[in-house]
C-alpha cells in the first residue's frame, strides 16, 4: 500500500497532458529497448490521433525506484467533462497542467474545482516553458489566483509547483533551472501524493468510475478498490446510492486486471487502493458498487450532470440513400446508438413517439455529439442528423437555458468585432486581460448563442483567434436569436453538376461543390448572401449548335468550391435542414426536397 500512488492529470485541452504521459512511460521504464516508441501513445483511437485531443480517459501505470504509480490522463475538452468527475474519483491526488503561454483556461478551472471539493492534494506543472512566448512569472500569478479564486486550504496553496516540458521530457524546481529528465516530477508525486488508505481486512467494496467494453465480454468495470480485496471468480454484488429501492445483483469476478506499463495485467486477486479492472457483471454501470455479497453497502457518488444539447439522428430518406453505407437500416441506427450509450454516460438516446425510424440523441456539446458522427461514419453507417437544439429546463417556474462560460484570448485590433458580435447573441461581458500585446476576454453566453460562431470568429480575427468554452449554468431564457442571416443555394433538379451550370450558379453565392458531383433537388449546393433560399440549376448544360463554334467562347472561369468539415456542416444548419452523413460524403439537404411543397410549407407557415 505505501507503494502506490494513484494520480490524474488534469488540464485544459491542447496543454500537453498526453504528451507528458509519454515522457513518463518512457522514464519509467515502460518501453524495452528496442521496442518501438509511439508518439501520443494514449490516444489509441484515430480520431484521438487525427485531432490531437484525449476523449476517453486513458489508465496506465509506471514504476519508480519501488513504488508503482497509477496514471490516469483524463480528457481537456469541456464536452467530456463526465469522464473527468468519475476519474478523480479514482485518485488521491492530481497534477494541474498549464500551459507556459496561455495560462489557466476555462476547462483548467473546472476540473481543478471539483479535484479541491474532493479534497485532493494538487501539484502544479507549468508546461511548455521552452515556448518562445512563454510568460511564466505571470502564469505563477495566474494559477495561484485561480487557487484563491476557488476557495483552496492553506495546504492547497502551497502546492509544490514543478516546470516542465512535455515534448523534452524535462521537470525542474525553478524556471531558470532547465530540467534534465522528469525525476524531479516523480520525487515529488512520491513525497507529496499520499499513498491510499484503505482496510484491507474490511469486506470487499469498489465503486465504478469507468466503463470499458469489448466484443468478447461485455463491459469491463474499472475503479479503485475501496477496501478489502478481491479474488478471481469470488461472488460479488452490485448496488447503486441512487436506487436504494432495487435489489443488490449478484454476478461473479470473471476475470481480474490491473494495469502496467500500456496494457492490462490479468491477476488472480487485487487489494485495497488499486485501480482494477473487472469482468463478468453484465449491466454494469458508472456510479455502481461492487461490494461482498454478505456487505451490501453502496458509496455515495455524485450523478452525472445532464447533457445540455440535442441532435436527431434518423434513417436517410434522400435520393442517394443506401448507395454508400454498409448500415442503414434503423434497426441497425438503433443498436448502435444504445450501444454508445454503454460506453458514454453522458450521452442519452431517446426514440420518438410516432417514428419508428429516428432518435433524439442528447450530450454534452457539439464536439462530443460531432465525434460520435464521425465514429459512426467511419464505421459504415449512413444517416441523417438535424441541427443541434439547447435542453431547456424549468427551475422555480422560470424557463431556463444553457449558459457557457468563454474564454477568447484575440489580438487587440480584432477584440471590437468580436465584442460586437458577443453582444448580438445574448452574451455577457464578464471581464478584460491585456496578455501582451493580445487580450484575454470572458463572456457567459446562451450555449445556443454560439452555434454557427466558431466560423465566423476564425474570419474575424483571421485565423489568429482562440476561444474556449465550458458549461457554466442554467440561468433564464435570454429571448430569441438571429442565428444565420444567410439563405442557401438549392439544387433544382437531380443530375450531375456540370461547369456551365455552376459558372451561372456562382454569381449567386458560395458554392460548396464542384463539376462532376452528383445532386438531387433539395440539396443544398451553397450559400446565398442573401437572407431567403435561392434554387439554382447547376446541372444545366450550354446548348449547342450549329451556329456557335465549340471553342469561341472564353473558358468558364469556377471559383474553387468551399469544401465543409463536419463541425462547418453541423453549424451552418438552418433550421429547415438536415445533414446527410454516409462514410464517403456530407451533403447538406432540405428537410421537404421538393421545391413546390417547400413553398407551400414556408407560405403555410407564415399565414
Same mark, same amino acid.
Given at each position: 500500500?505505501?507503494?502506490?500512488?494513484? =494520480?490524474?492529470?488534469?488540464?485544459?485541452?491542447?496543454?500537453?497532458?498526453?504528451?507528458? !504521459?509519454?515522457?513518463?512511460?518512457?522514464?519509467?521504464?515502460?518501453?524495452?529497448?528496442?521496442?518501438?516508441?509511439?508518439?501520443?501513445?494514449?490516444?489509441?483511437?484515430?480520431?484521438?490521433?487525427?485531432?490531437? #485531443?484525449?476523449?476517453?480517459?486513458?489508465?496506465?501505470?509506471?514504476?519508480?525506484? *519501488?513504488?508503482?504509480?497509477?496514471?490516469?490522463?483524463?480528457?481537456?475538452?469541456?464536452?467530456?467533462?463526465?469522464?473527468? %468527475?468519475?476519474?478523480?474519483?479514482?485518485?488521491?491526488?492530481?497534477?494541474?497542467?498549464?500551459?507556459?503561454?496561455?495560462?489557466?483556461?476555462?476547462?483548467?478551472?473546472?476540473?481543478?474545482?471539483?479535484?479541491?471539493?474532493?479534497?485532493?492534494?494538487?501539484?502544479?506543472?507549468?508546461?511548455?516553458?521552452?515556448?518562445?512566448?512563454?510568460?511564466? $512569472?505571470?502564469?505563477?500569478?495566474?494559477?495561484?489566483?485561480?487557487?484563491?479564486?476557488?476557495?483552496?486550504?492553506?495546504?492547497?496553496? *502551497?502546492?509544490?509547483?514543478?516546470?516542465?516540458?512535455?515534448?523534452?521530457?524535462?521537470?525542474?524546481?525553478? +524556471?531558470?533551472?532547465?530540467?534534465?529528465?522528469?525525476?524531479?516530477?516523480?520525487?515529488? #508525486?512520491?513525497?507529496?501524493?499520499?499513498? +491510499?488508505?484503505?482496510?484491507?481486512?474490511?469486506?470487499?467494496?469498489?465503486?465504478?468510475?469507468?466503463?470499458?467494453?469489448?466484443?468478447?465480454?461485455?463491459?469491463?468495470?474499472?475503479?479503485?478498490? %475501496?477496501?478489502?480485496?478481491?479474488?478471481?471468480? $469470488?461472488?460479488?454484488?452490485?448496488?447503486?446510492?441512487?436506487?436504494?429501492?432495487?435489489?443488490?445483483?449478484?454476478?461473479?469476478? !470473471?476475470?481480474?486486471?490491473?494495469?502496467?506499463?500500456?496494457?492490462?495485467?490479468?491477476?488472480?486477486?487485487?487489494?485495497?487502493?488499486?485501480?482494477?479492472?473487472?469482468?463478468?457483471?453484465?449491466?454494469?454501470?458508472?456510479?455502481?458498487?461492487?461490494?461482498?455479497?454478505?456487505?451490501?453497502?453502496?458509496?455515495?457518488?455524485?450523478? =452525472?450532470?445532464?447533457?445540455?444539447?440535442?441532435?436527431?439522428?434518423?434513417?436517410? *430518406?434522400?435520393?442517394?440513400?443506401?448507395?454508400?453505407?454498409?448500415?442503414?437500416?434503423?434497426?441497425?441506427?438503433?443498436?448502435?446508438?444504445?450501444?454508445?450509450?454503454?460506453?458514454?454516460?453522458?450521452?442519452?438516446?431517446?426514440?420518438?413517439?410516432?417514428?419508428?425510424?429516428?432518435?433524439?440523441?442528447?450530450?454534452?456539446?457539439?464536439?462530443?455529439?460531432?465525434?460520435?458522427?464521425?465514429?459512426?461514419?467511419?464505421?459504415?453507417?449512413?444517416? $441523417?442528423?438535424?441541427?443541434?437544439?439547447?435542453?431547456?429546463?424549468?427551475?422555480?417556474?422560470?424557463?431556463?437555458?444553457?449558459?457557457?462560460?468563454?474564454?477568447?484570448?484575440?489580438?487587440?485590433?480584432?477584440?471590437?468585432?468580436?465584442?460586437?458580435?458577443?453582444?448580438?447573441?445574448?452574451?455577457?461581458?464578464?471581464?478584460?486581460?491585456?496578455?501582451?500585446?493580445?487580450?484575454?476576454?470572458?463572456?457567459? =453566453?446562451?450555449?445556443?448563442?454560439?452555434?454557427?460562431?466558431?466560423?465566423?470568429?476564425?474570419?474575424?480575427?483571421?485565423?489568429?483567434? #482562440?476561444?474556449?468554452?465550458?458549461?457554466?449554468?442554467?440561468?433564464?431564457?435570454?429571448?430569441?436569436?438571429?442565428?444565420?442571416?444567410?439563405?442557401?443555394?438549392?439544387?433544382?433538379?437531380?443530375?450531375?453538376?456540370?461547369?456551365?451550370?455552376?459558372?451561372?450558379?456562382? %454569381?449567386?453565392?458560395?458554392?460548396?461543390?464542384?463539376?462532376?458531383?452528383?445532386?438531387?433537388?433539395?440539396?443544398? !449546393?451553397?450559400?446565398?448572401?442573401?437572407?431567403?433560399?435561392?434554387?439554382?440549376?447547376?446541372?444545366?448544360?450550354?446548348?449547342?449548335?450549329?451556329?456557335?463554334?465549340?471553342?469561341?467562347?472564353?473558358?468558364?472561369?469556377?471559383?474553387?468550391?468551399?469544401?465543409?468539415?463536419?463541425?462547418?456542416?453541423?453549424?451552418?444548419?438552418?433550421?429547415?435542414?438536415?445533414?446527410?452523413?454516409?462514410?464517403?460524403?456530407?451533403?447538406?439537404?432540405?428537410?421537404?426536397?421538393?421545391?413546390? $411543397?417547400?413553398?407551400?410549407?414556408?407560405?403555410?407557415?407564415?399565414?
Amino acid at each position: 500500500m505505501q507503494n502506490l500512488r494513484n =494520480i490524474a492529470i488534469i488540464a485544459h485541452v491542447d496543454h500537453g497532458k498526453t504528451t507528458l !504521459v509519454d515522457q513518463m512511460l518512457k522514464q519509467g521504464g515502460v518501453y524495452r529497448e528496442h521496442q518501438e516508441i509511439v508518439e501520443r501513445v494514449m490516444d489509441s483511437n484515430d480520431l484521438e490521433r487525427e485531432r490531437g #485531443i484525449t476523449i476517453l480517459a486513458k489508465n496506465t501505470a509506471v514504476h519508480y525506484k *519501488d513504488a508503482k504509480i497509477n496514471i490516469v490522463d483524463t480528457p481537456g475538452h469541456a464536452d467530456f467533462g463526465g469522464e473527468v %468527475e468519475r476519474i478523480l474519483k479514482m485518485v488521491n491526488g492530481v497534477i494541474l497542467l498549464v500551459d507556459a503561454a496561455e495560462g489557466p483556461m476555462p476547462q483548467t478551472r473546472f476540473v481543478l474545482s471539483r479535484a479541491l471539493e474532493l479534497g485532493h492534494r494538487v501539484i502544479v506543472a507549468i508546461n511548455k516553458v521552452d515556448r518562445p512566448d512563454q510568460r511564466v $512569472q505571470e502564469v505563477i500569478e495566474e494559477c495561484l489566483e485561480l487557487l484563491m479564486d476557488l476557495d483552496a486550504t492553506d495546504e492547497q496553496l *502551497d502546492s509544490p509547483m514543478l516546470f516542465c516540458s512535455g515534448r523534452n521530457g524535462t521537470a525542474s524546481y525553478s +524556471p531558470e533551472v532547465p530540467g534534465t529528465d522528469l525525476r524531479p516530477l516523480f520525487d515529488t #508525486i512520491l513525497e507529496y501524493i499520499p499513498a +491510499p488508505e484503505a482496510d484491507e481486512t474490511a469486506p470487499f467494496q469498489m465503486l465504478v468510475s469507468s466503463i470499458d467494453y469489448n466484443e468478447f465480454v461485455g463491459r469491463i468495470a474499472i475503479g479503485r478498490i %475501496e477496501r478489502g480485496s478481491i479474488r478471481l471468480n $469470488q461472488e460479488i454484488a452490485v448496488c447503486n446510492f441512487h436506487t436504494p429501492d432495487m435489489p443488490a445483483k449478484k454476478a461473479k469476478a !470473471v476475470s481480474l486486471y490491473q494495469f502496467e506499463g500500456l496494457g492490462r495485467e490479468s491477476v488472480t486477486e487485487a487489494a485495497a487502493g488499486n485501480i482494477i479492472a473487472m469482468s463478468g457483471i453484465g449491466e454494469v454501470t458508472i456510479g455502481d458498487t461492487i461490494c461482498a455479497p454478505d456487505a451490501v453497502e453502496p458509496i455515495e457518488f455524485v450523478k =452525472i450532470s445532464a447533457p445540455t444539447l440535442e441532435m436527431t439522428f434518423s434513417v436517410n *430518406d434522400s435520393p442517394f440513400a443506401g448507395r454508400e453505407g454498409k448500415f442503414v437500416t434503423s434497426r441497425q441506427l438503433r443498436e448502435r446508438l444504445f450501444r454508445e450509450m454503454q460506453k458514454d454516460v453522458s450521452l442519452r438516446v431517446s426514440e420518438i413517439e410516432n417514428s419508428t425510424d429516428a432518435f433524439n440523441v442528447a450530450g454534452r456539446g457539439e464536439m462530443s455529439l460531432s465525434i460520435l458522427i464521425e465514429t459512426m461514419r467511419r464505421e459504415g453507417y449512413e444517416f $441523417q442528423v438535424s441541427p443541434p437544439r439547447v435542453l431547456y429546463q424549468t427551475i422555480d417556474g422560470q424557463r431556463c437555458e444553457p449558459v457557457e462560460r468563454v474564454v477568447i484570448d484575440v489580438p487587440q485590433e480584432s477584440m471590437g468585432s468580436v465584442m460586437e458580435k458577443m453582444g448580438a447573441r445574448k452574451g455577457d461581458f464578464v471581464s478584460m486581460t491585456p496578455v501582451g500585446n493580445r487580450m484575454k476576454l470572458e463572456f457567459l =453566453i446562451p450555449s445556443r448563442g454560439l452555434f454557427g460562431y466558431r466560423n465566423e470568429f476564425l474570419t474575424d480575427t483571421k485565423g489568429e483567434g #482562440i476561444m474556449a468554452s465550458v458549461f457554466d449554468s442554467y440561468a433564464p431564457y435570454r429571448g430569441e436569436l438571429n442565428r444565420r442571416s444567410s439563405g442557401s443555394l438549392v439544387a433544382f433538379e437531380t443530375g450531375e453538376s456540370v461547369a456551365y451550370g455552376l459558372f451561372n450558379a456562382q %454569381e449567386r453565392g458560395a458554392l460548396f461543390i464542384g463539376p462532376g458531383v452528383p445532386v438531387y433537388a433539395g440539396m443544398i !449546393v451553397g450559400l446565398s448572401p442573401k437572407s431567403e433560399d435561392i434554387s439554382v440549376n447547376v446541372c444545366k448544360r450550354k446548348q449547342l449548335t450549329n451556329m456557335r463554334a465549340a471553342g469561341s467562347d472564353e473558358a468558364l472561369r469556377l471559383v474553387p468550391p468551399r469544401i465543409l468539415s463536419l463541425e462547418q456542416c453541423l453549424e451552418l444548419l438552418a433550421d429547415d435542414e438536415l445533414l446527410e452523413v454516409t462514410p464517403s460524403n456530407l451533403r447538406l439537404r432540405k428537410r421537404i426536397l421538393d421545391h413546390s $411543397q417547400r413553398m407551400k410549407a414556408l407560405h403555410g407557415g407564415k399565414s
